[in-house]
Structures are given as C-alpha cells and as structure tokens.
C-alpha cells in the first residue's frame, strides 16, 4: 500500500465523494467525518514513513498518460510538500467535523471531499500538466461553495474569484506550455515532469519571460498586491469552512508553486526579480496591514492580515537562502494553522450573532472567557509572539531576507508593529470593555463541536512554536538541495553570488546534533 | 485600341462593385441573389482574363467550378426563398430576424 | 545544580498554569497560594545557585533542546546561570515573590483573582527566560514574552476603556523597539554566524567599527522600548492602569530594566563602541531629567512613581553607557527593592483611599497607617540616596561614575536630577502622610492593609536599607564578567565634597518638599492658582505635550491613512480597475451584440466592412514590412513570411 499511498491520498477522498451521493442525508456527517479521518490517519502515516534524512522525493509514482508528449502521472512528495498535504488532510478533518452550516449539508460534505482531493493533488502531483490540472480543478468545488452557502454578495465574490484566478492561470498554461517546448528543442524529448525540468538549464532571457509567465498564475493565487482584491471580497463572502479551506491551503498553492516551479527552474529570473518582488511583498505586507486597520468587519480584517502575512512568505521565499526558503514554507504552514483558525473563530461569532461588524461587539471578554482566551492565543500567534508557530516562520523568512537586503528588511519589519496594530485594536474593540449590547449578553461559550476544531490548533500553535523541528528539520533538508541545485544552475554572476551554496557552509545543526 | 488585361481587370472591379452594393443595399431576397450572381461573374470574369493572360488553363477550370457552384447556390437557394415565400408571403429580408442576439 | 536551574525557570511556569486552571472560575485562594508558593521555591533555587556562583566563580550553561535549527542557524533552548543572570535572578525572583504575596491581600476582591496570578506568574517565567537564556533568540522569547504579560496585565481590568488602551499603547511601543532588536539579532547572526552570547561576543572584535556600531545602535533601540527611555517612553505613565502590584513588580523592578540588562549582557560589544555607549549615556541623563521634571508637577501617585522609574532608569543608561556596567546592575537591584517597596505602599494607599490617587485629596495619612508610612519613608529616603541606605551606594556611585570620566554635563545634569528626585519623592511623602486630613474633606475612611501584606513587603524594607552592605561582594562576583573598573575619585578633598555636597544638596531638596507641603495652606488644586496657569506647569503636566503629539501627529493620520488607503486606493484603484476590465469585456459583447440584429442585410454589410478592413490591414502591413525590419520580423514570428 505505501507504494501508491499518494494515489490513494489523492483519489480516496474523490471515491468517497462519488459514493456519498448513495448515503443518507442523516448519516452524511459521520460519514464525512469518517473519510477525512482516514484521510488524515494516511496523511500520518506518510510522515511516519517519511525518510526525514533524505532530501529528494519519495514515495514516486508514475503512469505514462500520454507517452508521445511526454505527459505523464508522476507524483510524489518532500519536506517542502509533505506538511501542506497533511494540513490539508487535518483542515478538511476538523472542517467537516465541527461543521455548523445546516443547509445542504450532505452537498457541502461532498464538495469539501472533491476539493481535498484537488488539493492533496496539487501539492503531490510533480508533472505539470497533472499539476495545472488540479490546480484549475481546486476553483471549481470552491466556486460552488462560494456561490451557494455564501453571504449576499456570494455570486459576484465566487464568480471573481474564478475568473481572476482562472485569468492568472491561464497565462500560467502558456508558460507551461512554453517551457515544455523548449525543453523539447534542447533535449529532443518532450517531457512535462517537473524534476526533467528541473535539471534544465536556460538562458537568462527566456527565463525571465516564462518566470514573468509562471508569476501570473502564481501570484493571483498568493494574492499578491496588486492582484489581491479578489481575497477579501471571497473571504467576506464565504461560509466559515470556504474562508477556512481557502486561507489555511488554497492560498498557499501560490507560494508553494514559487518554491516548486519558479525558484529551482528559473534562478537567474529569481534573482533579477528579487528585489522587484521584494518591494511588491513589502507594499502588500505594510499597505495591507494598514488596510486590514480600516476595517469594520472582522471576517475581512482577518482577511487582510492574511495578505499581510503572505508578503512575508514571498518575502521568505524570495531571500534565495535555506533560512529564507525554510522559513517561508514553515510560514505557509503556520499561516494556515492560524488564518484558518482566526476564520473558525469568527465563524463561532457569526454563528451566534449573524453579523461580523466589530461595532456590534464589545466586552465578550465577560460573557465568552473561553472564547476570548482562544481568540487571543491566535491574535497573539498572528502577530508573531515567540513560541507560538507564526514567530519560527516570520523570525527565519525576514532572517533570511536580511543576507539580501538590510533596508528592505528593516521596512518588511514594519509587519510586526502594524500587525500588533490592528490585531490589537480588533481585539480590544471585540472583547475588551463593557458589553453594551443588549443581544451580547447571554451569549453562550463556545460548545464542544467548536472545541473538537479549535483545540487542536491551539495545541499545534504552541507546539510547533516551541519544538518546530520534526517540521522543520525535512522541510530545510529538501530546501537546501533546492538551494544547491538553484546554485548550481544559475548561469549570471550575480545569481550565482546572490544564491549561497549550501555545500560550502559548514553546517552547524548536524555537529550540534551529533554533540 | 486592343483591348488587354486591364480592360478585363477594370470591368471586373465595376462589376464586382456593383454587385458589393447589390449585397449591402438590396433588401428584396430575390435581388440578393442577383447581386450574388453579379459578384461571382466579375470574379469569373477575372479569373478567364488572368488565365488567358497568364497562358495557364487553371483559372479557367476555376470560373468553371464557379460556375457550377453558383447554379447549385441559387438552385438551393431559390428552392429556400420560395419556401419563405409560401410561409410568410414576402421574401423581404428586413422581416427575417430571427437570429437576433 | 541543573536541577535547580530548572526548578527556577519552571516553578514560575507550573504556578501559571495552575493558576490558568483556575482562571474561569471565581475566586480561589489556593489559585494565589500555590504560584506564590513556587515562586518562593523558585526564589530558594536561585538563591542556591547564587551560592553555587559565588563559591565556585564559574557558571552554568545548559542546553534543553534545539528550537530552531535550518542551514547554518543553529538556536538551542540554552539557559546560563552566570554572575550577571544569578544577579537578576535573584531580583527577579524575590520581588516577585513578595509581590505576589502582597498581591494575595491586594487582589482578594477582586472577582478575576485567579486570572491574575495565572498572568503574574507567566510574566515571572517571561523574566526568568529572559535573563537566563544564553542566546540573543531566547532572550527575544523572553523580551516578548514580559511584553505580552505586561499587556495582559496592564489591561488586566478589561472592562476599563483606558486601561485597554493603555495595554495596547504598551504593547505597540515596544513593538517598535522590538524591530530593532529584531534587526539587531539578524546583524549578529549574518555577521559572527551564531547567536549564542558567548561565540557572538567572541567574533564581535574582529568586525568592523561600521557593523558593531549598527549592532549597537539596534540592539539598544530595542532596550529603549522595553525600559521607555525617549521618544518612547509615554506608555510606562499609562501602564499604571494595571493593577499596583502589576506596577510594583513589572513596571518598576524587573521588566523595564531588561533594557539595562541587555546592555550589560552586551558590554562586550557595547565595550568596542564607546561612541554608541556615550550616546546611551546623554540620553540616559536627559531621560533622567526629563522623567524628574514630570514628575514635579503630576497629581497622580502612581505616575509620579512611574516617572521617578523613568527617570532612574535613565541614571541606569548612563552608567551602563559609560562602561560602568556593574554600576548599572547594581542600582538596578538596589532601585528594584526600594521602588518595589514604594508602589507597594502606594498600593496600600489606594486600596485604603478607595482608589483614590490624586496625592491632594489625601494628607495626615500617617496616623492611620504608620506601617505603610515608614515603608514609604524608607523608600524614598533610599530613592533619595541618603547615606546608609540603598540609594546612596547605587545613585551617588553613578555620580561619580560621570566625574570621573569627565563627563561633567552628564555629572551636573545626574546631580541636579538628584535633587528633583528627592523633592518629588518628598513631594508625594508629604502631601500623602502629613499635613491636614484631606481626605475627610471626600468622606473616606482610611485603612491600614492586611498584616501579611506588611510583612510580604518586609524584605524589600530591609533590603532597601542594608543593599549597600552587599556592594563589595556584588562588585567581586559580578566583575569576573564585567568590566571590573573600580570608580575611586583621586583626591580624598574632591571625593569628600563631592559626598557630603551631594547628600547636602538632596536632603536641602528634602527639606524645602516638606516645609512646602506639610503647610496648612495646602488645598486640592482646582486650577485656578496663578502657579497652575503658568506655562512651565502646563508644559509638565501635559508631559511636554508629547502624548498629544503622537495622538494628534501619529495615531490619528495613521488611522486616517488607512481608512484612506482603504477605501480609495482598495477600492477606488486597485479593485475598481480589476473590475474595469472585467467590465471592459462585458460592455464590449453588451455593445456589440446590437451587431447581431439577425438582420442579413446588416449582417452583409457588416461582413463587407470586415473583409474591407483586414484587405486594408493586409495592405498596410505589407506596405509596413516591406519598409521595416521590425515587423517584418513580428510577421515572421507569427507565420507569416
């Protein structure tokens, strides 16, 4: 089984999906639970058996699809990919489980099984063409669950979302196709899989356009500002588990497919665009975090602050560097585990009050303790307090910035002071104080089914906040093939000085560890 | 004066004018098809100057081909017209819109 | 002797949680007790390894476990008990100790009792971190963590709109001053590859003046926030909306001198940039004036305190700025004893005053509360610097510090702020215990607080008293890692009038705060006395104006700003553009669907127009190729040839 346990990852849940037209709408949510809990205990057991010492792929597997093309069914993971595919695997488990949506349960249930199979797909799949395919795939069960359970708005934010994020891929597309061709002029072979594309060195010009190419697609997806408008209105509009899903994972297709596709196939482009991305991620890091100050809804503050913070993960990514690089992925996985916690939370609030304006708040302190602890736990985590997992993330992403840019790291920086900012007000503003309104008064704790989601988040916050290695010690041993691979194919000067080469440095944790 | 290529040429490119304004003006089905007539002649018209000019038979056959699809269009075509004819007694084209978008 | 360094870091960390247990439910007693309790066990552990240091000279370093291991950054959960962190140890975990005694008798009515001392003892724990840990990593962890206590503790009474805000403005300041530190660590660890105290010091001398410079001024910008030295200062006078033990342990003794703390940790970089160490020094002089002559005029007790923490805070920076770190330290100690024991008075003051803190409306108080009345006596004959006490070792030293490194606009200004210090500090004595009952004027009746809270605050008492006894023992311990340059004025003649000069002068300050506000005459201000009206006293007491600049000049165009970027720039701009061109493509189809009239006589003109177009684009991109290589060479690429 563990030779196609991938396989299994990606389709079980489709199956299950498919099979949960025939079950009773009564039963629906325990079946629901069910599948996404084996999910999960595979998605486990993956990383039991996980090699943690090798940095290259594993548990490959490949099915020609069409030969003469080169396309083909290749999938696999490393550390880069491995945690996402658990996230996803745990996101859609606690999603399901303390579901609070009424309304067309069984059709949510089922929606939510496609979409974990597009997701786990597209972290998984290392051929292009299956890797576009999941990709497009994954705004499909999104759209539905936009524009049925959403709010008032719901059309018009799940229609934008698919088509500007089909837009940037769309361009993507080209570039896939694009580089494949090329890649069929140097070798004579056609090929889609990513690692063949890997090893293909290019020259600088026709790296710059293709990253150009790929950065469309990607960056939408991030969101990147400017692209980033889309976000808050889909956010805004989502039920909790769409906001849930799409904060935690869907946006960090975006900035697992820089790492994927952008840094080790166009390392010449990565570093000629360092510092224009940098400048973007810092705008979007400040500009959003200022924005998100703004606003009177917290369902879209969060969703700001969720911009923010992806601008220090391209930031992250964008230092070129194994701290950088480790960091950001880790700051892909800390995001998800507190943005999607944050949704949860306002979602408990929605819940119990039908409305998301702050002014409708005030002194829940008193009333919701336990909710207001949670609640602060995850304000505290988002704005980076050390030991909680977002500070191992931000701490190594703007470390490793810092080697290419002292200024710009300084002004990224700012993301912790206008982070605190409106974290901090929003909390205030909700929690602290009197309760004023009468409707706030008897409003009852957060109950069990909302525990079975939040506690475990709460756990995993600190816990990867104070021991992040068993994820971070894969992550950096596949980052740092990345990086030596980047080092070695660069063909510019620069790129080769900007990229460090992991082999000459001496590296500390593995004499530490042996001492 | 003899009469050359050019001759031929200009008199196609009148009557191909007059035929492009046939189609654009004409309202009558009927006169549509004259138009449509004219048009295909001129081209006819051009092809057997070019062709003799040329000393090559191709243009010839060309105009041939023409030809015959031309009779088979307005065979088809008149066989329609009569039909809209019989339906709603009138072949004026202002009347056929059902296509609107 | 690991064990006891766990047992002192931990003891702190369990009282928490049990507290935390406790924190939903009403108030429990043992929810105080207990943390108290191992507190006090965490205070004996230190004490132990105190002995340890002291009897071995040599230190203890463990590391618990990676934390953040990638590339080549290696950063271990490592705690090192040395001469300097046993010093802070020691402070830390005795006034913690009595504060949260006292803290037990001052919170009793309070309904969030529990959730107190669940924050409390996480603060302890916050501290222990940070003066124990042996890298700059683990000191942020702790920096933050005092940060984040002291946020929840200041806004501890939540349903107060000020001290919310008063918690959030904390937490926002340091924030600032964190990226600094922030920036400083990421300088350290590109420049010697490590962030371990011991190998990043060791690396520091071989880099250039340039880099240790930026370190220095980053580091140090981070310890500005932490212990409010200017500009950004306003947020410890607002703290005192915290509960006063809070006030007592964090915003007097133990937090606000981790910017103390880590310039000492530092020296050895610190020692390479004198010039940095003299611009720490001038500002640290003119904190201390700055703070003195707020606190002049202000008719809060507890901010008066405050800025006098400010303020000798400030002679900390300069003695730490000065090189003499040791200095440093050791009025960081003695000033946690006797300023600990002056809030904790003052605590005593507002609970039997109803909360009341405007020292006016108080007066005559030492009749009914002589126990509280000599502690407060005690206190700021100490914070005064009178010969014995605790003051006179630590404060005076600092003086001399100044003088000796001919430094004499630091030494004047230090010396002149002595004497405020002692004025205002009379100031308050006076207006609170002598002088006519005030109070009954507002119909309050004064009460002495629980005997055990008395007794808690003891030690600090005592400690206050006889600190200066234990100089030469600190000095020998301490030095094996400072800087062990002893401050000794030459001359005997320079030294004696220097002393007794400066004991003169602060005890004439002394004397001219009593004679002025033992009077009779004194009444509750209502504004209108021509003193009142003048501007030096609106100047101070509106603290410069610098709170309504940053209201006025920075929170509120920040606010506007956003609002602005938010609902122009968002969705004025970048969202009204995405939706343009979606709009774009959809006029485009609703203005051309006119087209399909499914009219054939338009549809054939419209197709005569279009084939007339592209024969004419034909023509002018032949035209066009044939004169230019540019599209001749576009046209190629396209296919057509």
């Known amino acids: ?515 | 004066m003899e009469i050359g290529l050019n001759h031929y040429l200009v008199l196609s490119t009148i009557l191909f004018s007059i035929g492009l304004i046939g189609v654009m003006r004409r309202k009558n089905l009927l006169m549509l098809f004259f138009a449509t007539e004219i048009l295909l002649n001129s081209v006819n018209i051009s092809f057997a100057a070019i062709s003799h000019y040329n000393g090559d038979l191709t243009g010839q056959m060309f105009a041939f081909f023409v030809i015959a699809i031309a009779a088979s269009e307005v065979a088809v075509g008149l066989g329609l017209l009569i039909l809209w004819h019989k339906r709603h007694n009138n072949i004026d084209l202002d009347s056929m819109s059902t296509m609107r978008g | 002797m690991e064990m006891f360094l766990y047992i002192a870091l931990f003891a702190p960390l369990v009282g928490s949680m049990f507290a935390a247990l406790f924190s939903a439910k009403p108030k429990t007693l043992i929810a105080g007790i207990i943390p108290s309790a191992l507190l006090f066990v965490s205070f004996i552990a230190s004490s132990i390894l105190l002995v340890y240091v002291l009897q071995t000279g040599s230190s203890i370093h463990v590391e618990m476990m990676t934390w953040m291991a990638t590339g080549e950054l290696y950063i271990p959960f490592g705690f090192v008990v040395d001469q300097v962190s046993v010093t802070m140890m020691m402070v830390v975990t005795l006034v913690s100790t009595v504060v949260h005694v006292y803290a037990i008798g001052y919170m009793s009515h309070d309904k969030s009792f529990n959730r107190f001392f669940a924050w409390l003892s996480a603060f302890v724990f916050s501290m222990m971190i940070l003066v124990m840990s042996d890298n700059f990593a683990g000191l942020f962890i702790g920096w933050e963590g005092v940060g984040l206590c002291s946020w929840g503790l200041i806004g501890f009474w939540y349903h107060k709109e000020s001290a919310t805000w008063a918690a959030n403005e904390a937490f926002i300041m340091n924030r600032i001053a964190d990226l600094g530190m922030l920036i400083g660590i990421f300088l350290i660890y590109w420049n010697t590859g490590t962030l371990q105290y011991d190998e990043a010091f060791a690396a520091m001398p071989a880099l250039e003046t340039d880099v240790l410079t930026w370190m220095g001024i980053f580091l140090f910008i981070g310890a500005m926030g932490k212990s409010a030295q200017f500009p950004l200062h306003t947020w410890l006078a607002d703290a005192m909306e915290g509960p006063t033990p809070v006030s007592a342990l964090i915003h007097a003794a133990t937090m606000v001198t981790a910017g103390v703390y880590l310039i000492v940790r530092a020296s050895p970089l610190y020692d390479l940039i004198p010039n940095v160490g003299l611009f720490i020094a001038s500002l640290g002089a003119f904190v201390a004036l700055f703070a003195a002559s707020m606190a002049l005029v202000n008719r809060d007790m507890k901010r008066i305190i405050a800025y006098s923490t400010l303020s000798q805070l400030g002679y900390m920076f300069a003695a730490a700025g000065l090189g003499a770190y040791w200095v440093a330290l050791f009025h960081l100690m003695a000033h946690a004893f006797f300023k600990a024991l002056l809030f904790l008075g003052a605590g005593n003051v507002m609970h039997a005053m109803k909360d009341e803190l405007d020292p006016f409306k108080m007066g005559g108080l030492k009749k009914v509360m002589k126990g509280t009345f000599i502690m407060m006596t005690v206190a700021s004959v100490a914070l005064a610097g009178i010969f014995p006490l605790a003051g006179f070792f630590s404060k005076d030293l600092i003086l001399e510090v100044a003088f000796i490194d001919n430094h004499y606009i630091i030494y004047s200004v230090l010396l002149f702020t002595a004497a405020l210090t002692a004025f205002y500090s009379f100031r308050l004595v006076a207006l609170i215990f002598h002088g006519e009952e005030r109070y009954k004027l507002f119909g309050i009746d004064p009460h002495e607080a629980y005997k055990f809270m008395l007794v808690a605050m003891s030690p600090l008492l005592l400690l206050a008293v006889i600190a200066g006894v234990f100089k030469m023992t600190y000095f020998e311990m301490v030095t094996q890692v400072l800087p062990a340059t002893e401050y000794h004025i030459d001359s005997p003649i320079v030294y004696w009038i220097i002393t007794i000069g400066t004991q003169l002068l602060v005890g004439a300050a002394i004397f001219y705060a009593y004679k002025k506000y033992t009077s009779r005459d004194i009444k509750v201000p209502d504004g209108t006395s021509a003193m009142e009206k003048s501007f030096g006293y609106k100047l101070l007491s509106n603290q410069y104006y610098i709170p309504y600049i940053y209201e006025e000049f920075v929170a509120k165009p920040y606010g506007k700003i956003s609002a602005f970027f938010w609902s122009e720039i968002d969705q004025k701009i970048i969202d009204a553009s995405v939706d343009g061109i979606a709009k774009a493509f959809y006029n485009t189809g609703e203005n051309t669907r006119e087209m399909h009239s499914g009219n054939l006589s338009t549809m054939l003109k419209w197709m005569v127009a279009g084939t007339v177009g592209m024969l004419s684009l034909a023509v002018v991109f032949g035209l066009a190729a044939r004169h230019s290589d540019g599209v001749a060479s576009i046209l190629s690429a396209i296919g057509v040839k």
């Open chain 1, 1 to 515: 089984m563990l030779d196609n346990i991938l396989s299994i990852l990606i389709f079980f849940p489709a199956l299950a999906a498919i099979l949960g037209f025939v079950v009773d709408k009564n039963s629906i949510r325990t079946y629901g639970v069910a599948v996404a809990t084996i999910e999960f205990a595979l998605s486990l057991l993956l990383w039991f058996f996980f090699d943690n010492s090798a940095s290259g792929m594993q548990f490959m597997e490949h099915i020609a699809l069409v030969p003469v093309f080169g396309i083909n069914y290749i999938v696999g993971v490393d550390g880069i990919s491995l945690f996402i595919i658990i996230l996803a695997a745990f996101f859609t488990m606690i999603g399901i489980a303390s579901l609070t949506d009424t309304k067309n349960v069984k059709n949510m249930i089922i929606t939510l099984l496609f979409l974990q199979m597009t997701m786990v797909g597209v972290f998984a799949s290392l051929d292009a063409i299956v890797f576009y395919v999941f990709w497009e795939l994954s705004l499909v069960p999104m759209l539905y669950i936009i524009g049925a359970w959403g709010g008032p708005l719901r059309i018009y934010a799940s229609v934008k979302f698919f088509l500007y994020t089909f837009a940037g891929s769309l361009v993507m597309l080209v570039g896939i196709l694009v580089m494949a061709y090329l890649y069929y002029q140097t070798t004579g072979q056609w090929s889609f899989a990513i690692l063949d594309w890997h090893r293909l060195v290019l020259p600088e010009n026709y790296q710059l356009w293709l990253f150009v190419a790929f950065f469309f697609g990607f960056a939408i997806k991030v969101p990147m500002f400017p692209f980033h408008t889309w976000l808050p209105y889909a956010h805004g509009q989502a039920p909790t588990i769409g906001s849930v899903i799409l904060a935690a994972i869907l946006l960090k297709m975006g900035t697992y497919a820089f790492v994927r596709f952008s840094l080790p196939m166009f390392p010449d482009a990565s570093v000629y665009f360092m510092f224009p991305i940098a400048i973007l991620a810092i705008i979007m890091i400040i500009y959003t975090a200022m924005v998100a100050y703004a606003q009177k809804d917290i369902k879209q503050l969060v969703a700001y602050s969720s911009v923010s913070h992806m601008g220090v993960i391209i930031l992250g990514t964008f230092a070129l560097n194994i701290e950088g690089i480790s960091g950001s992925i880790f700051l892909m996985i800390a995001h998800g585990v507190v943005s999607g916690a944050l949704f949860f939370l306002v979602g408990v609030i929605y819940d119990r009050r039908n409305t998301k304006l702050m002014s409708e708040f005030g002194g829940l302190a008193h009333v919701m303790p336990r909710f207001a602890t949670i609640f602060g736990i995850m304000i505290m985590a988002s704005v980076g307090m050390p030991l909680t997992i977002n500070f191992v993330g931000e701490f190594l992403s703007l470390l490793g910035f810092y080697q290419q840019s002292h200024i710009l790291t300084i002004i990224a920086g700012i993301a912790i002071i206008v982070g605190a900012i409106y974290m901090l007000s929003a909390y205030k503003k909700m929690f602290f104080g009197k309760v004023t309104k009468e409707e706030n008064k008897n409003l009852p704790d957060v109950n069990k089914r909302e525990l079975i989601a939040l506690v475990p988040l709460v756990i995993i916050t600190i816990w990867l906040g104070i021991y992040p290695k068993p994820v971070l010690g894969p992550i950096s041993n596949s980052v740092e093939s990345l990086v030596s691979l980047m080092h070695e194919k660069a063909v510019t000067k620069e790129a080769k000085a900007r990229i460090p080469n992991p082999s000459t440095l001496i590296i500390r944790t593995t004499a530490q560890e042996a001492y």
